[in-house]
């Protein structure tokens, strides 16, 4: 919340809407979230949710490692199906949350085809004919089902990098998917799951 305040100053002295912003003290951070789902996880959110709209959002996620926002913004005029690939990139101004060009999956291909074929809006993620702004209720309680009380939307972003970490994917590479502005912070959270990494020290 005092990062969000602190932003939220930072913006009105760009745009003048006040002459300085006070310095807010936001303190130390805490550590990242460890949390991430296995592959049978998955599978068993996937299998506890009751919604179209809501196990299309999960393969997505999963698939692209985008944040919600991303997901929740993404019409299908962004879905290039012949090239098999989706521009997550927000129109207009660049923000601080970097979005990328991520290919589709065969999984997801799957998916998307089935959603488009029923698609009603120019969103991806919608129902009965509505967008889609959030999943949180839906989310918590397919999570619920599953016996989980530490499992966010987030957390499937952070679980498709655990798992092209966990595969050898290059960190720079795993970066740029996941639209980090350096592959630093990237390193620092996911390294730890390669099985490449400190491998030539232990030997």
């Not at 003048?16 to 789902?37: N, S």
């Not at 085809?113 to 029923?118: K, L, N």
């Not at 949180?136 to 016996?147: K, L, N």
Request: net charge positive; aromatic share 8%.
């Amino acid at each position: 919340e005092l990062s969000v305040l602190s932003a939220a100053l930072n913006w009105a002295v760009e745009r003048k809407k006040i002459a300085k912003a006070p310095r807010i003290f936001i303190g130390k951070q805490p550590p990242p979230k460890e949390r991430y789902l296995t592959r049978e996880e998955a599978d068993k959110l996937l299998a506890a949710i009751e919604t179209p709209h809501l196990k299309l959002f999960v393969r997505l996620a999963l698939a692209t490692a985008a944040r919600a926002g991303a997901l929740f913004e993404l019409k299908w005029a962004k879905v290039d199906f012949q090239r098999r690939q989706i521009d997550l990139r927000k129109d207009g101004a660049e923000t601080n949350k970097r979005r990328s060009i991520v290919p589709i999956n065969d999984t997801l291909l799957e998916a998307l085809q089935e959603a488009q074929r029923g698609a009603l809006t120019p969103y991806v993620l919608e129902w009965a004919g509505d967008r889609i702004r959030r999943v949180h209720g839906a989310f918590d309680r397919a999570c619920a089902r599953c016996g989980w009380d530490d499992v966010t939307p987030h957390t499937l972003r952070h679980t498709a990098a655990v798992w092209m970490a966990e595969a050898g994917v290059p960190i720079p590479v795993i970066a740029q998917y996941l639209g980090h502005r350096s592959p630093k912070i990237t390193f620092e959270v996911y390294a730890r799951f390669s099985p490449t990494y400190l491998r030539t020290a232990a030997a």
